[in-house]
């Protein structure tokens, strides 16, 4: 998969970009970051661990999507700044089968 022209979301909470190939590869991801896109090649599955939310509300969406296709538990730290935008995803999340501690 080829997401192109995102060179702005370097200039957002985070650098989306280093965000999602930084936090995505350490669950297994193969993925290639350039200037202005990602290049995203397919795995047969994702393993759990724990990652860092980047302070960042769409990161941290991103990888509560993501768990689902891991096979171990993941740990998003600084899970909490997607409070700010969607105040009630852990609701939500645990409605459609996701688990969360605390």
Partial sequence: MLCEGYYY???KESDRLKAITDEFTKL?????EYEDRLVIHGVESLKGGEV???NDHRIVMALAAVSSR????LVISDSQAI????PTIWEDFR????????
């Fill in 28 to 32: 297994g991801a193969d993925i290639e």
């Fill in 83 to 86: 409070s700010k935008s969607y």
């Fill in 95 to 102: 409605s459609v089968g996701g688990v969360t501690v605390g």
């Fill in 52 to 54: 860092y939310g980047w």
């Fill in 70 to 73: 891991c096979s171990d538990e």
């Fill in 9 to 11: 979301n370097i200039y």
